[in-house]
Structures are given as structure tokens and as C-alpha cells.
């Protein structure tokens, strides 16, 4: 797959940083949500809950990928 692009390198690097900032935070939200589902604490997660925030994460897992492409191809 070629990645082209026009934004300057340090534009993609700090998106990429925001991207995997975003990512810690809600992987560590995710496992909390895990955790508190599994020890009956009294917070209410639903399997979907947990499955949303999966496929959100994949989403950014994806994005911060192409942004690592889209450095390198500079």
C-alpha cells in the first residue's frame, strides 16, 4: 500500500502521539471496565460496553498504523 501525503512530519508525529495517548487511556479504561464486570463491584459493564470499546481501540490501533506509514514513506 503507498502512502502519500502533504502534511509535514512533525504534524503526523504529534497526531501519532495524541493517537497513542488516546490509546493508553482507554486501553487502561477497557481493563478497569474488565475488571469491575468480573468482581461484581457494582458497576453494571455489558459484554457490549466492553466489545465497543475494543472495536475503538482497533480503530485507533489502525490510525496510529497509518500514521507510522505515512512517516516512514517521508
Not at 20 to 43: I, P, T
Not at 51 to 70: C, G, K, P, S, Y
Amino acid at each position: 500500500m503507498t502512502i502519500t501525503t502533504s502534511y509535514p512530519s512533525h504534524i503526523l508525529q504529534q497526531y501519532r502521539q495524541r493517537v497513542e495517548n488516546d490509546l493508553r487511556l482507554l486501553e487502561q479504561e477497557k481493563l478497569k471496565v474488565e475488571r469491575s464486570a468480573g468482581s461484581g463491584m457494582g458497576f453494571d459493564a455489558s459484554h457490549r460496553e466492553i466489545a465497543a470499546m475494543q472495536q475503538v481501540l482497533e480503530v485507533l490501533r489502525t490510525f496510529r498504523n497509518l500514521l507510522i506509514n505515512a512517516q516512514a514513506a517521508r
